[in-house]
T-cell receptor, first 118, second 114 residues
Framework: GAVVSQHPSWVICKSGTSVKIECRSLDFQATTMFWYRQFPKQSLMLMATSNEGSKATYEQGVEKDKFLINHASLTLSTLTVTSAHPEDSSFYIC??????????????FGPGTRLTVL | GENVEQHPSTLSVQEGDSAVIKCTYSDSASNYFPWYKQELGKRPQLIIDIRSNVGEKKDQRIAVTLNKTAKHFSLHITETQPEDSAVYFCAAKWVMFGNEKLTFGTGTRLTIIP
């Protein structure tokens, strides 16, 4: 149980275009979903936290108009990188936590999306 | 906010020996400390976690210890095997404006030498 999927697994786009990444919890309802960015050989940096039906909470330094997050249901959150530029190239990983007594703290991670902006 | 430091950044051990990775945190209110293993290009996988009401937890070859007073926790892997080679991240959970979030350490690249 507690499987999280992401789509696409990788994407290459031209500078100035927008890219949408989907994160789904396949077998559980996610109370909260998180979006991280990971540069090569670096740690996971939290970008934003999203709760179903409410606006995402962005970390300091993360532009909310550039990284649009929509959490439309308890099993789906999307991240849209708008007007992508080469410096946005990174590994984007989502995670989800579930409404289960004794397991509210655990974050289950998706497989990640590697974004390359040319 | 929470600040998590992790050491060492790289660690090589002979197969069969033990590996220890240490982390410190700054927010005394943090109460949940997971450890994740990440293989190259893959998702982080939770391998063990500990809550602040216990000092030690063990799962087969993996154990985690927590010292709340000193605000540090450690991962111990015994009888290491080649498949233990990966990057390991510690994390600490903290709360800001009602939102719970994890702050991750900088990672330790563990290499098991056959």
């Amino acid at each position: 149980g507690a499987v999280v999927s992401q789509h696409p697994s990788w994407v290459i786009c031209k500078s100035g275009t927008s890219v949408k990444i989907e994160c789904r919890s396949l077998d559980f309802q996610a109370t909260t979903m998180f979006w991280y960015r990971q540069f090569p050989k670096q740690s996971l940096m939290l970008m934003a936290t999203s709760n179903e039906g409410s606006k995402a909470t962005y970390e300091q330094g993360v532009e909310k108009d550039k990284f649009l997050i929509n959490h439309a249901s308890l099993t789906l959150s999307t991240l849209t990188v708008t007007s992508a530029h080469p410096e946005d190239s990174s590994f984007y990983i989502c995670s989800a936590s579930r409404r289960l007594a004794g397991d509210r703290d655990t974050q289950y991670f998706g497989p990640g999306t590697r974004l390359t902006v040319l | 906010g929470e600040n998590v430091e992790q050491h060492p950044s790289t660690l090589s051990v002979q197969e069969g020996d033990s590996a220890v990775i240490k982390c410190t945190y700054s927010d005394s209110a943090s109460n949940y400390f997971p450890w994740y293993k990440q293989e190259l290009g893959k998702r982080p996988q939770l391998i063990i976690d500990i809550r602040s009401n216990v000092g030690e937890k063990k799962d087969q070859r993996i154990a985690v210890t927590l010292n709340k007073t000193a605000k540090h926790f450690s991962l111990h892997i015994t009888e290491t095997q080649p498949e233990d080679s990966a990057v390991y991240f510690c994390a600490a959970k903290w709360v800001m404006f009602g939102n719970e979030k994890l702050t991750f350490g900088t990672g330790t690249r563990l290499t098991i030498i056959p």
